[in-house]
Structure formats: C-alpha cells, structure tokens
C-alpha cells in the first residue's frame, strides 16, 4: 500500500511551464510503476504519461509528448512531471497514480493494485 500527495498545480499562462510532484509514503515506492492522468470538467479521467520502476522506460500520450516529462526518484519516494509549453487544453485536475503488479513472495498469488493522490488542479489562461 501507497499513499500519494500531489502538488505544484496553479493558475498559469498559455505557453507558461508548471512541475508538478507526487510524494508517496507507506509501502516500498520502487516496487510501483508510477503515472500521471488528467481529468478535465465534464470529461472521463486520461492517461498522460508512466514511468517504470526502475526510471528506464516511460510512455506519454500523443497529446503531451515532447511537452511534458515524467520522473521519478526512488530515493526520494517521489514522481514528478515537467509541463512545458502549456495550453488552454491542459486545464484539468492531475492525479498521481501508483501501480503494482506482479506476483507475491510469501502466498505466491498474483496481483494488480492501483492508488490514486487527490489530485492538484492545472488552469491554463488564453
């Protein structure tokens, strides 16, 4: 189990740049794959970009890639997410997601945990 905290969301320009971070406790943070999704008003909740758990392998949608970065730092129990070059369109709630699966050393069955952070809200101004 993780818990997850975003923060870093404001009220920024067309064209501005935002970081957002996502700080996790309990659990081992490494054992999760991490993720970034959005949801704007009246909209279903979109993925925006993962990351591994070891920092090696990341996926962006076709709507942020080349704008946005994801990261993480296994030390820090942290996950981030660089926004550049934002839109109008970017406006949305953001939520940090933690993934784990795999297989469980001691009863040997598999699983597929996701947790979720309350979200921090992206406004981007024309």
Sequence with gaps: QVHLA????GLVQAGDSLRLSCAASGGTFSEYMMGWFR????KEREFIAAISRSGI??????????????????????ASL??????PEDTAVYYCNANGIGTDPVSAQAYDYDYWGRGTQVTVSS
């Design 39 to 42: 949801q704007a008003p009246g």
């Design 82 to 87: 660089q926004m550049y070059s934002l839109k």
């Design 6 to 9: 975003e923060s870093g969301g």
């Design 57 to 78: 392998y990341t996926r962006y949608a076709d709507s942020v890639k080349g704008r946005f970065t994801i990261g993480r730092d296994n030390a820090g129990n942290m």
